[in-house]
């Protein structure tokens, strides 16, 4: 029989196990059902909410009638349109009676929502089973280190639309149209529907009322309903909207064991009466590590080679003790350079580098050359002292001193720095330091202290500080005609070099509603303060009855 050519791994589509989960198989008893919303859903939606939760009635000889709600079929919405009412088998009048129909669908653009394709939705809101046969968590699972694993259904996201509804009503009377229409009112905002099932939210437009007189009278008003819903059939294309998964489960193997595993556990007696028992694990190597003794250092099983079939144990030994308390002797030591320990110190046949801290005494009586830094903790003496210009410290024969030779060189002092006469900083000559509050002097080449700040503005600043704290709230006392209001009060004044005193300085409120400051203005007047309001920009006009409030500079 010939056999078929296998495909290419690349040609291959790819598959994933872990979708293939069939959600109709008895042995899964899977309870969760598909997701779906349809026209349908919404037109019961509108039905079960009238029947069931506005309930509308009327009354009618003292007793109350349900009024039947019903979706008007092509044949009786055209009966409606033509007669304006809908008659029963003896071709009577139905009344009270409400009749609905759907009238369009259109996108709801204000929820966008993108599938990319319709044929493999790509945007989906996942839900978690949270208890389900596989992902129980047992004393078995925990036992044998089991996590478990998890349940997800993948629904796709709906189309959000929005539908339109047209309504009569008709009844008898006035009395009963308006108890109908006070509770189709009351409703709107809410979300109608079924409880356990998908609600959807409504709008209702205006009503509009007609009467009639045919033989009877008859009462009708028609108004529309926008129920904003959404669209997500069961089925696309042979190919469901929701998806099952199932995560995998872990199993984890430890290496960790407190009893090693053995092939016999029969006790063999020997020579010497011991039991013999054999692992399982037993690792050898054709080419086995071996250690060989050189000059100075001595091994108990030299050239002995190690295969693992048996232990060697090595002992190295050396001459001499060398450890950090012992004393090292050899014969001849030939070095060309000496560092010991970790110091940087290095001492070669043409000098020393590196830091010498000595405590003892030094004599030399040839020159002394330091690279590095000299650091002298008691007295330094000498006849002359000689320094580079690099950075210069110089003390010269008059007394005067010069400390560095560029702009860039720094001068550091720990403690007290006495000086008499003065100092220049950057070509400005400073002779004192002013403790004078007053500022009197006006000097410019003295420097003022803290003291003398703070006193000169806590003396200078408390007719500013007086000001800005000033905040009251004042009651109109009279208002003149419909422009003008008056407080018995005076606006603060001021500081000098302050902004003057305007109507950006308080806040104004009509009985408790907050006025625009563009359409206001103050004018102090004697005692009285004024506030004109420009009723054109305002919208209104003052009343004699209107209390107005204001917070701000007042002077009390």
């Known amino acids: 029989m010939a056999r078929n050519k296998p495909i290419p791994r690349s040609q291959r589509k790819i598959f994933n196990r872990g979708t293939k989960i069939s959600r109709n198989s008895p042995a899964v008893k899977d309870t969760v059902k598909n997701v779906s919303v349809g026209l349908m859903d919404m037109d019961s939606a509108i039905m079960y909410y009238f029947n069931d939760v506005i309930k509308p009635s009327v009354e009618v000889n003292k007793e109350k009638v349900k009024v039947p709600c019903i979706y008007a079929s092509p044949e009786r919405w055209n009966q409606i349109s033509k007669q304006g009412y809908l008659r029963d088998k003896k071709r009577q009048i139905i009344t009270p009676l409400i009749a609905f129909k759907r009238t369009g669908m259109e996108r709801n653009d204000d929820i966008p929502i993108d599938k990319l394709d319709a044929n493999k939705p790509r945007n989906f809101y996942t839900f978690e089973?949270?208890?389900?046969?596989?992902?129980?968590?047992?004393?078995?699972?925990?036992?044998?280190?089991?996590?478990?694993?998890?349940?997800?259904?993948?629904?796709?996201?709906?189309?959000?639309?929005?539908?339109?509804?047209?309504?009569?009503?008709?009844?008898?009377?006035?009395?009963?149209?308006?108890?109908?229409?006070?509770?189709?009112?009351?409703?709107?905002?809410?979300?109608?529907?079924?409880?356990?099932?998908?609600?959807?939210?409504?709008?209702?437009?205006?009503?509009?009322?007609?009467?009639?007189?045919?033989?009877?009278?008859?009462?009708?008003?028609?108004?529309?309903?926008?129920?904003?819903?959404?669209?997500?059939?069961?089925?696309?294309?042979?190919?469901?909207?929701?998806?099952?998964?199932?995560?995998?489960?872990?199993?984890?193997?430890?290496?960790?064991?407190?009893?090693?595993?053995?092939?016999?556990?029969?006790?063999?007696?020997?020579?010497?009466?011991?039991?013999?028992?054999?692992?399982?694990?037993?690792?050898?190597?054709?080419?086995?590590?071996?250690?060989?003794?050189?000059?100075?250092?001595?091994?108990?099983?030299s050239g002995v080679g190690f295969d693992g079939s048996s232990a060697v144990t090595q002992i190295i030994s050396i001459g001499q003790d060398v450890s950090t308390t012992a004393d090292v002797q050899f014969a001849s030591q030939t070095l060309d350079s000496l560092q010991i320990g970790t110091s940087t110190t290095k001492y070669t046949s043409t000098g020393i580098s590196g830091s010498i801290d000595i405590t003892g005494s030094f004599t030399t009586t040839g020159n002394l050359t330091i690279l590095g830094d000299a650091t002298v903790t008691g007295t330094l003496t000498a006849q002359e002292f000689h320094t580079t210009f690099t950075s210069a410290s110089i003390v010269f024969s008059s007394g005067s001193t010069q400390f560095g030779d560029t702009i860039d060189d720094t001068h550091n002092f720990t403690g007290s720095l006495n000086t008499s006469g003065s100092f220049s900083l950057n070509g400005y000559e400073v002779n004192e330091i002013s403790n004078d509050t007053s500022f009197a002097d006006g000097s410019s080449t003295a420097l003022v202290t803290e003291n003398a700040i703070k006193t000169y503005i806590d003396e200078n600043t408390a007719t500013v500080s007086g000001y800005l704290r000033k905040n009251f709230y004042k009651t109109s006392a009279s208002i003149t005609g419909a422009t003008t209001a008056s407080f018995t009060a005076l606006t603060a004044s001021a500081p000098t070099g302050y902004t003057a005193t305007s109507e950006n300085d308080f806040v104004f409120f009509i009985n408790g509603q907050y006025m625009e400051h563009d359409a206001l203005g103050i004018q102090q007047k004697g005692s009285s303060l004024e506030l004109h309001v420009d009723t054109g920009s305002m919208g209104y006009t003052l009343e004699s009855d209107d209390e107005i409030l204001s917070i701000g500079k007042f002077n009390s």
Request: glycine share 6%; charged share 25%; hydrophobic share 30%.
């Open 129 to 301: 089973k949270k208890y389900s046969q596989h992902n129980r968590y047992d004393k078995f699972s925990v036992l044998q280190s089991i996590t478990p694993g998890r349940e997800y259904y993948n629904v796709a996201m709906p189309d959000y639309v929005t539908l339109s509804y047209e309504f009569i009503i008709w009844t008898s009377y006035i009395d009963q149209m308006n108890r109908i229409v006070e509770k189709i009112n009351y409703s709107d905002g809410a979300y109608w529907g079924e409880p356990g099932k998908m609600r959807f939210r409504s709008r209702i437009e205006s009503f509009s009322d007609a009467s009639e007189v045919d033989g009877e009278r008859l009462i009708k008003t028609t108004f529309s309903i926008n129920l904003y819903g959404y669209i997500l059939p069961e089925t696309f294309n042979d190919k469901t909207t929701m998806q099952k998964y199932l995560t995998p489960k872990q199993l984890i193997f430890k290496e960790n064991v407190d009893t090693p595993l053995v092939l016999d556990k029969e006790e063999k007696t020997g020579a010497a009466g011991s039991s013999d028992i054999s692992d399982i694990f037993g690792i050898s190597v054709d080419q086995p590590l071996t250690f060989t003794q050189g000059i100075g250092v001595t091994l108990s099983n």
